[in-house]
């Protein structure tokens, strides 16, 4: 979140959806002024104020916006995160890859689900139905991504084209229409 990155997913997850498939996940909410950005704490840093965290991720399937960052007050160098909203988030994903979907997108595989804490729940959800999924890995949290996803996980660069290749790829796999 808060790069280019997250615009990439939100559009191939569009593109997926305006094909009919069943395209489920969280996307960075982008922000009043249309941008998608997360600030310092998306990228390892500290939360607090100083941060410019105050987040929203926006359900795929149903649209709904659910809040991940908590006011703390001014001058709080404490992480901002509100983990409540990000376990209902990742919830309610768990709930609609347990319906049958096609496609998972996941906002990213950060500092907390290196920890297995954030959107873990889903990602393994998503893996045990045998559904590709798409996200961003934070360069932190590169190495723990390559222990959690070994040899399922294929790094792909930010970019729309490698998407779309990869899932050229995926569909035929799965035996999905083009």
Do not use: Y
């Amino acid at each position: 979140p808060g790069t280019g990155a997250s615009d990439v997913l939100i559009a191939f997850a569009q593109a997926r959806m305006s094909e009919g498939l069943s395209v489920v996940g969280l996307v960075v909410a982008p922000a009043p002024d249309g941008t998608t950005r997360g600030g310092p704490h998306s990228h390892g840093g500290h939360g607090g104020e100083a941060c410019g965290c105050g987040g929203a991720l926006r359900d795929l399937a149903s649209g709904e916006v659910i809040g991940i960052h908590q006011d703390l007050g001014p001058g709080s160098e404490a992480c901002n995160l509100d983990t409540s909203g990000l376990a209902r988030a990742c919830a309610g994903v768990e709930r609609q890859i347990a319906q049958g979907v096609d496609l998972v997108i996941l906002s990213r595989f950060g500092g907390q689900e290196a920890e297995r804490g954030g959107l873990t729940a889903a990602f393994q959800a998503a893996v045990a139905a045998g559904v590709p999924v798409a996200c961003v890995v934070t360069p932190k949290a590169e190495e723990a991504w390559a222990v959690f996803a070994g040899d399922l996980a294929l790094m792909l660069p930010a970019d729309l084209g490698a998407l779309e290749a990869w899932w050229t790829e995926r569909r035929a796999v799965r035996g999905l229409a083009a």
